[in-house]
């Protein structure tokens, strides 16, 4: 029935299998974006914290957007799998890109 009302339609899987996956999207966003909130915090604390701020960037980058990308490209657009796929991993290792420049060679906090 929680199916029939979140409107999920499997093929190849069961529906609780489809349900735990929603599930666990939602606690990677949400615990990525209470990690990135803390960051923010102490950026906000005194100045010279710029590394703060560029790793909450980098981190929703690696888990929050592309978490979001992997279920609103297929719902909201025509992208296909390749595009998909494509763009996640993009942003994915353009966050990954921002949290090594902030520990190896960004600004000295």
Do not use: K, N
């Amino acid at each position: 029935m929680l199916a029939t009302l979140l409107q999920i339609r499997t093929g190849w899987t069961d529906q609780g299998i489809a349900l735990a996956v929603i599930a666990l999207s939602l606690v990677t966003v949400a615990l990525s974006a209470a990690i990135a909130i803390v960051l923010i915090r102490g950026y906000c604390r005194g100045p010279g914290r710029t590394g703060m701020l560029t790793l909450a960037v980098g981190l929703l980058l690696l888990t929050t957007v592309p978490e979001i990308l992997r279920i609103a490209l297929p719902t909201a657009t025509a992208v296909g799998a390749v595009g998909r796929s494509f763009l996640v991993s993009a942003c994915e290792l353009i966050g990954l890109g921002t949290i090594l420049w902030t520990v190896y060679g960004g600004e000295s906090s």
